[in-house]
């Protein structure tokens, strides 16, 4: 069904949105068996069940940051969409081209390549849509005379260099870059921590965006500090990956040009929402208080991040945490702590102007045990990684098998709080997948009825 | 200029062994069994096994071999041909020519920084 009203289309991204995170958890939780049960649902190896966890839950960062900016264009900053059928045209290439990956996963038909490991041919309808999204962004926030926001910048940058790293991704396909093992390395990292920077430019310009709304003054949104945020920002998607190959023998200089880089932008973003913070009246707080209470949320795992990613970016420490779960704690940490609570926040933000009494007269007292029983679960998790990284990191090559059964309890901590942490945010995303369809619902009928 | 730098003289190996078409099969053979998904190399990918970069100078050949044919209690047998595996054994004995992973000789400066004794740069 194509509706041609303009807001359609968002809420209908971040509902794919949530239940793609849904089911990536459930699959990271199935790995985390599978890491310390490896007999587990055999049937479903872990070759496949890490790439659909991580698919999934990469597919859910584009689909709310997406739907978010599909939303709030039309909606609220009164901006005509160019193309309301280009949206729709989008949403179901993304469908049907995740619906055809997960099949490629299912059936054992892998590409290989770490994050993107289905076969690079269901690359191309991704091409697509998201030139098709550039074009209906741009077009649509050109109507917009007056200087932009911050937040116009942040995504339009997140789009265009989301274009430019996933074809630089795809490099290896092409023999100069594939048979130099070292520059094969080097361009995948490169283009994959660019492309990362791009989905951050997504979601931080997703975050100011409802900071300023929540606000209701659009200063932050203009301002220096948000500014250099930006800059920085993008600073950091161009250079900032080299922390992933300082021991891969390429160029020295390359290695180590990163080295204090990738430490700032965090900074300034955990600044920004706390200076926000301290500014808002208590009638904001508690008229948004699940959108206030997730971006809060991001903040301190911001600086939770911060922390690590201060300490693994030190080539020193970086010998150590390299390769080990300390990687992945910072990987888990920033994806869940700061990403996933920016949408979260963006997914009840919506709710709350679209829906004022829904959440506050049915189900506050289920999100709030959601949001701390994820939170604490997180900090475990986060935790519990941390140490298995330390024993890895501790290594001396020997015994694989004796190093695995010595981070054993740490890995079995891991395993359940990523359970638990599953159980928490199946209760957000039920609601608000529950409550989005509460929105949508009167905007199909008019739809159905117009037709 | 930066991205021209790595796409060229940045990356450039040059003791490297050009790779062979044996080679270049069993990489095809390490994407297509999403391999990445439990091993590494220098560091990148996935934690179920072992990083892979010098399992052939560091175990040898006959034991990777024994792993790729019969498998483990963390690794299934995928059931590949001798020729297969081959040409697998062949990609990882190029993967390891080209560094090395971890670092044994290096040395730590007092900026943090850490330089490769033994860098084959």
Redesign the interface.
């Known amino acids: 069904m194509i509706s041609d009203d303009p807001s359609f289309g968002g809420l209908r991204f971040m509902q794919l949105g949530m239940v793609a995170l849904a089911i990536g958890m459930l699959f990271g939780v199935i790995g985390g068996f599978q890491f310390l049960f490896p007999e587990f649902l055999q049937e479903l190896l872990f070759t496949k069940t890490r790439p659909m966890h991580v698919s999934m839950v990469i597919a859910s960062i584009f689909l709310i940051a997406i739907g978010g900016i599909y939303f709030y264009l039309p909606r609220q900053c009164k901006l005509a969409l160019f193309s309301v059928r280009a949206v729709s045209w989008h949403y179901w290439i993304f469908l049907t081209t995740g619906l055809a990956i997960i099949a490629c996963y299912l059936s054992g038909k892998f590409g290989g390549r770490e994050y993107f490991e289905f076969p690079p041919i269901l690359s191309l309808p991704i091409f697509l849509s998201w030139i098709m999204f550039g074009v209906n962004y741009f077009k649509t926030v050109r109507q917009d005379k007056k200087p932009w926001p911050v937040y116009y910048w942040m995504w339009g940058t997140g789009i265009v260099f989301f274009f430019i790293t996933y074809t630089e991704s795809h490099l290896w396909l092409i023999p100069y870059f594939r048979d130099n093992m070292v520059r094969e390395i080097m361009v995948q990292w490169k283009s994959y921590g660019a492309l990362t920077g791009s989905w951050n430019m997504l979601v931080y310009g997703t975050a100011l965006y409802i900071a300023t709304r929540i606000s209701g003054c659009d200063k932050y949104a203009r301002s220096k500090l948000a500014f250099s945020l930006y800059f920085l920002g993008l600073f950091n998607l161009m250079f900032g990956w080299a922390h992933h190959t300082y021991f891969v023998p390429s160029e020295t200089w390359i290695r180590t040009f990163a080295y204090f880089v990738s430490m700032t932008e965090l900074y300034i973003f955990g600044k920004i929402i706390w200076d926000w913070r301290s500014s808002l009246e208590d009638w904001q707080k508690n008229r948004y208080c699940n959108a206030y209470r997730f971006l809060i949320a991001a903040d301190i795992w911001v600086f939770v991040n911060l922390g690590l990613a201060l300490i693994i970016s030190v080539p020193a420490f970086n010998l150590f945490t390299h390769g080990t779960h300390i990687t992945v704690a910072h990987a888990m940490g920033s994806t869940i702590g700061i990403n996933m609570m920016v949408l979260l926040a963006s997914v009840f933000y919506v709710i709350r102007e679209e829906l004022p009494n829904e959440v506050h007269a049915n189900c506050s007292r289920q999100l709030r045990f959601g949001f701390w029983t994820a939170n604490i679960s997180l900090a475990v998790f986060f935790s519990a990684l941390i140490l298995a990284g330390i024993g890895k990191g501790v290594y001396d090559g020997a015994s694989f098998q004796e190093m695995m059964t010595g981070i054993r309890p740490f890995l079995l901590a891991f395993t359940l709080s990523g359970v638990s942490m599953m159980v928490g945010f199946w209760i957000i995303l039920w609601h608000g997948f529950r409550l989005m369809g509460k929105i949508i619902a009167p905007v199909r009928l008019s739809a159905a009825q117009a037709a | 200029m ?2 021209f ?3 060229t ?5 040059k003791h ?1 062994m ?2 062979s078409d044996t080679a ?1 099969h069993g ?1 095809q053979l ?9 091993h ?12 892979l970069t010098n399992v052939i100078s ?1 175990r040898g050949e006959p034991y990777a071999r024994a792993f790729i044919t019969a498998g483990s ?4 047998n995928f059931g590949l041909s001798t020729a297969e595996i081959d040409a697998l054994l062949t990609f990882l004995a ?2 390891d020519q ?2 090395t ?3 044994e000789n ?1 040395s ?1 400066s007092w900026i ?5 004794v033994d ?3």
Do not use: K
Not at chain 2, 9 to 13: E, Y
């Open positions: 930066y991205t730098q790595i796409y003289s940045g990356t450039d190996v490297i050009p790779i270049r990489q390490y994407q297509d069994n999403n391999c990445v998904a439990c590494q190399f220098y560091g990148l990918g996935g934690y179920m096994g072992p990083d560091n209690a963390r690794m299934p190029f993967v080209t560094g992973y971890p670092l290096y730590v943090g920084s850490v330089a490769q860098d084959p740069q």
